[in-house]
């Protein structure tokens, strides 16, 4: 069973930044994408950003220009660089890794935005 650990979240001011780390338990090249979703309390989960095997990514339109998605495929690592923060961010956020059959999940990591 593949395995995907988030961390580097907290708690930031508005206008701080954070950067979250997604480690896979294996290659991360063995998913045809990861991404990056996040939950508030009372919401649905969302997509925030997404980064495919052929390094294409896509952002909801609440984070374009502020938050960025990379990977390290050396490190089995996907990253999530967040700046200018603000308090609609805060959520639990969950790393995701698509393959053919199915989406793996990590257990997630909070991030609460105070203003």
């Known amino acids: 069973q593949p395995q995907l650990e988030e961390s580097g979240g907290g708690l930031v001011q508005a206008g701080g930044s954070l950067r979250l780390s997604c480690a896979a338990s294996g290659s991360i090249l063995s998913y045809n994408a990861m991404g990056w979703y996040r939950q508030a309390p009372g919401k649905q989960r969302e997509l925030v950003a997404r980064i495919t095997s052929g390094g294409q990514q896509n952002y909801a339109d609440s984070v374009k220009g502020r938050f960025t998605i990379s990977r390290d495929n050396a490190k089995n690592t996907v990253y999530l660089q967040m700046n200018s923060l603000n308090p609609d961010d805060t959520a639990v956020y969950y790393c995701?890794?698509?393959?053919?059959?199915?989406?793996?999940w990590g257990r997630g990591t909070q991030v609460t935005v105070s203003s």
């Open positions: 995701a890794g698509d393959r053919i059959a199915r989406t793996f």
